[in-house]
């Protein structure tokens, strides 16, 4: 009698089970059927962007970038401004000196930009105009564009860029040094001259602001009394 009991008992857990897991599969199955004809489900995770493709060749300064309509570069005032998904990507163009003009001293002179640090270097590209230091900043940057050049009151020069920035040492407060780009005008007002040892001359790069110094020197190894004049940048002209 009680082995009939236990086997009841038995048999009513089983037939639970199977009714339970009947009734799981069957509101499943009735469920899944209604959020495909909604179309609840997720979709599957696929790329956005089909082909991207960017060139970067910093000798020329130029930046090319292709990618698909989600991804077009936007391009203002040397940035190029590149959409990858959801993250915006700025990439600045350097923008270089290529000219000096000082118009009280009556002096256009053509600026290089080399990208040795050699004092040999350097002291060779002083031969062909006034020096911008690489490791100073370029026209966009906040910091200090750092140029030097060639000073000398000899009687006979022949090469004329050894007297590249003769006169500075004239330039009082509030002249007006003007730097030209392939495509604007960067316009500096003097507000410091003085006469400095190349040992005792530190010329800060860095900075929140965008300046400019000039010296004067017979070599960038040199030690002789040189003199410097600083200028903070007023405004900028599109040529």
């Not at 330039?171 to 190349?198: P, T």
Request: include cysteine.
């Amino acid at each position: 009698m009680e082995n009939n009991s236990f086997q009841r008992v038995v048999d009513n857990i089983l037939l639970k089970k199977v009714v339970f897991l009947i009734t799981f599969f069957v509101v499943f199955f009735v469920s899944y059927s209604v959020l495909v004809w909604a179309d609840f489900l997720p979709e599957p995770v696929t790329s956005t962007i089909e082909s991207q493709k960017e060139e970067v060749d910093n000798e020329e300064g130029f930046v090319q970038a292709t990618a698909t309509a989600e991804s077009n570069p936007v391009v203002e005032e040397g940035v190029i401004e590149q959409v990858v998904g959801e993250v915006s990507v700025e990439v600045r163009e350097e923008i270089l000196p290529y000219t000096l003009i000082i118009d009280s001293l009556d002096k256009s002179v053509p600026i290089l930009n080399p990208v040795s640090r050699k004092v040999s270097d350097l002291d060779s590209a002083l031969l062909d105009g006034i020096v911008r230091h690489p490791d100073s900043a370029t026209l966009e940057q906040d910091g200090t564009v750092f140029i030097l050049g060639h000073s000398s009151y000899l009687p006979v020069v022949n090469n004329k860029n050894f007297q590249a920035l003769n006169g500075i040492q004239d330039l009082k407060w509030g002249d007006i040094i003007r730097l030209q780009s392939d495509k604007a005008e960067y316009v500096y007002r003097v507000d410091s001259v003085y006469r400095a040892q190349a040992q005792d001359t530190t010329v800060p790069i860095a900075g929140p602001t965008q300046r400019l110094v000039l010296a004067t020197c017979n070599s960038f190894g040199s030690v002789d009394d040189r003199y410097m004049v600083e200028a903070d940048l007023l405004e900028v002209k599109t040529l």
